[in-house]
């Protein structure tokens, strides 16, 4: 037992040592590095063999001499088969691409989640969808570390990790200190609120789970007020949740290795509401700070974004030519 767990911990640490080098700080890739394809490297936590040589914002364009243009198809080839497998690769910033062989075996420091990959991807293709303004700090990224509390019954803490697997949009909040733009964004949180909960259903049934999160606490008083122009429908109001993530807190963890604050990356030291959508691939397709379009523009923006524009999956021309019954959904 003592063996296993000093090599769990040594792999941990190895892992935790590399994570500056293997995900350089990038900035939200704009359309020109996106365009010319293949799947962008969101995060690399690393592996046996030549995941070194792979970096955050890297793009892979074929394993094993397939071209790959989709997050789908990098779930479907299973980079974790703990065989050698050969990645061409094209290096960030520049015109070289490089041949790297991996060998990758499931990431299993990354509880609750079983098996994990050692690089969370996505399309080049799909992640351009997204808006120019919607392209903030986080933008590109797995999901980072974050914890929110529950502030309805039943109560209890979500981690970032617990939120892979399945899509989420997101509106977290934050009160500015100046009380006249604080009491501006008092004002606005009950119409933003009920604009979210007026598609929460549609969201539901595309798989995509609403969350509203405020950086204060959320008393019920407080909730009741947030809730006044909402309609529960037939399913009852979202929840509300409190942010609660804490620097270097061993529960506020997510697909990333930890950061510093959270609040640090999607607020940037602007105290405006954001809106992030994560796909259910852990991937960040949608961060804006503040309301670019407007508070209900904007959030009609991400709504449809959510609905009809997270899916990776291969062009309908590559999923023609794929055998019978290797499509991946």
């Known amino acids: 037992m003592q063996r296993s767990l000093l090599s769990t911990l040594t792999l941990s640490i190895g892992l935790c040592a590399c994570g500056p080098e293997l995900n350089p700080p990038r900035?939200?890739?704009?359309?020109?590095?996106?365009a010319p394809g293949g799947v962008w490297v969101a995060y690399n936590h690393g592996c046996e063999v030549g995941c070194e040589e792979i970096k955050r914002g890297d793009r892979i364009l074929a394993v094993d001499g397939r071209p790959v243009s989709s997050g789908a198809e990098i779930d479907q080839i299973n980079l974790a088969r703990n065989t050698p497998l050969k990645l061409q690769v094209a290096k960030y910033g520049g015109d070289e691409i490089r041949e790297v062989t991996i060998v990758a075996r499931p990431n299993e420091l990354l509880p609750p989640?079983?098996?994990?990959?050692?690089?969370?991807?996505?399309?080049?293709?799909?992640?351009?969808?997204?808006?120019?303004?919607?392209?903030?700090?986080?933008?590109?990224?797995?999901?980072?570390?974050?914890?929110?509390?529950?502030?309805?019954?039943?109560?209890?803490?979500?981690?970032?990790?617990?939120?892979?697997?399945?899509?989420?949009?997101?509106?977290?909040?934050?009160?500015?200190?100046?009380?006249?733009?604080?009491?501006?964004?008092?004002?606005?949180?009950?119409?933003?609120?009920?604009?979210?909960?007026?598609?929460?259903?549609?969201?539901?049934?595309?798989?995509?789970?609403?969350y509203f999160v405020g950086d204060f606490?959320?008393?019920?008083?407080?909730?009741?007020?947030?809730?006044?122009?909402?309609?529960?429908?037939?399913?009852?109001?979202?929840?509300?949740?409190?942010?609660?993530?804490?620097?270097?807190?061993?529960?506020t963890v997510g697909l990333e290795n930890s950061a510093a604050d959270i609040r640090e990356s999607i607020f940037d030291y602007l105290a405006a509401p954001v809106v992030i959508i994560f796909d259910r691939r852990g991937i960040v397709r949608f961060h804006t700070r503040g309301f670019p379009a407007g508070p209900s523009e904007t959030l009609s923006v991400a709504i449809d974004f959510a609905l009809h524009s997270l899916a990776d999956v291969p062009p309908p021309t590559a999923l023609a030519a794929a055998p019978s019954g290797t499509r991946a959904q």
């Open 27 to 34: 900035p939200p890739p704009a359309h020109s590095v996106l």
């Open 217 to 251: 606490r959320a008393e019920p008083g407080i909730r009741d007020e947030i809730r006044r122009q909402a309609d529960p429908g037939p399913h009852g109001f979202i929840p509300i949740f409190q942010l609660s993530s804490s620097p270097n807190n061993g529960n």
């Open 113 to 210: 989640i079983a098996a994990a990959p050692p690089m969370f991807t996505v399309g080049a293709d799909a992640l351009d969808r997204a808006p120019d303004w919607a392209r903030s700090k986080l933008f590109g990224h797995a999901i980072p570390a974050i914890r929110f509390y529950r502030a309805d019954e039943p109560r209890g803490f979500i981690t970032g990790r617990e939120l892979y697997g399945r899509a989420a949009l997101l509106v977290i909040w934050e009160l500015p200190s100046m009380l006249e733009e604080r009491r501006r964004s008092v004002a606005m949180l009950p119409v933003v609120y009920a604009h979210l909960q007026k598609f929460s259903d549609d969201l539901a049934a595309a798989g995509v789970d609403s």
